[in-house]
């Protein structure tokens, strides 16, 4: 099975600029998560969808920082405007959640931005 | 929320050595604690977990003990090898209050010297 799958790998963009992170999450897996990871702030949890629901979108910085997931299978990070302060690795990272218990949150590459 | 402090944030340890890296918790209902080993540009990936209903878990050279009562837990790599050198997260989460959120600590840079 293909694991977390994240796009761009790496992305440069100027500052103003809009950027656009995408995830697809493991095939089944119900659960999605957005994070970030800076030597500062270490890994800050942005965002995590349940069953395609957004459930807590509290560690999301400002207006500026916006997620979607139209389907099971496909999420969107977009940051409009950028600025050099959001330079950070982002990861996504998908897990099969249940009450019960939680399975292992398995995460992707990652998307490493630079904002200039 | 919840809240996880991690201690030592270094660690250096001689190959074949033991390395103990600790975790505390704030959230009594959090009883899912996994821990993540991040390699250089790498992705955070488990390498072991541990739930309340539990107080020790061993996985090889690996293993992961629980308190509950002084909210706490550890991870022990024993036998150190040099490509143990990593950053290993703690995190912790409560599922059953259909919570599934990771709060994690903010790391520990271990570092094996041959």
């Known amino acids: 099975d293909a694991g977390v799958i994240q796009s761009p790998r790496h992305e440069v963009t100027e500052m103003g600029q809009e950027v656009t992170l995408r995830c697809k999450p493991i095939?089944?897996?119900?659960?999605l998560f957005w994070y970030r990871q800076t030597m500062m702030r270490g890994l800050e949890l942005l965002i995590y969808?349940?069953?395609?629901?957004?459930?807590?979108d509290s560690g999301m910085p400002e207006d500026r920082f916006s997620a979607k997931m139209p389907n099971a299978s496909f999420s969107t990070l977009k940051i409009q405007p950028s600025e050099p302060r959001d330079s950070a690795v982002y990861f996504c990272?998908?897990?099969?959640?249940?009450?019960?218990?939680?399975?292992?949150?398995?995460f992707g590459p990652g998307t490493r931005l630079t904002v200039l | 929320g919840e809240n996880v402090e991690q201690h030592p944030s270094t660690l250096s340890v001689q190959e074949g050595d033991s390395a103990v890296i600790k975790c505390t918790y704030s959230?009594?209902?959090?009883?899912?604690f996994p821990w993540y080993k991040q390699e250089l540009g790498k992705r955070p990936q488990l390498i072991i977990d541990i739930r309340s209903n539990v107080g020790e878990k061993k996985d090889q050279r690996i293993a992961v003990t629980l308190n509950k009562t002084a909210k706490h837990f550890s991870l022990h790599i024993t036998e150190t090898q040099p490509e143990d050198s990593a950053v290993y997260f703690c995190a912790a989460s409560s599922p059953e209050l259909n919570d599934y959120k990771l709060s994690f600590g903010a790391g520990t840079t271990v570092t094996v010297r041959a």
């Open positions: 969808f349940n069953n395609n629901v957004p459930i807590d």
């Open positions: 959230d009594s209902a959090s009883n899912y």
């Open positions: 990272a998908s897990s099969l959640s249940r009450t019960s218990s939680t399975d292992t949150q398995y």
């Open positions: 095939s089944g897996h119900n659960s």
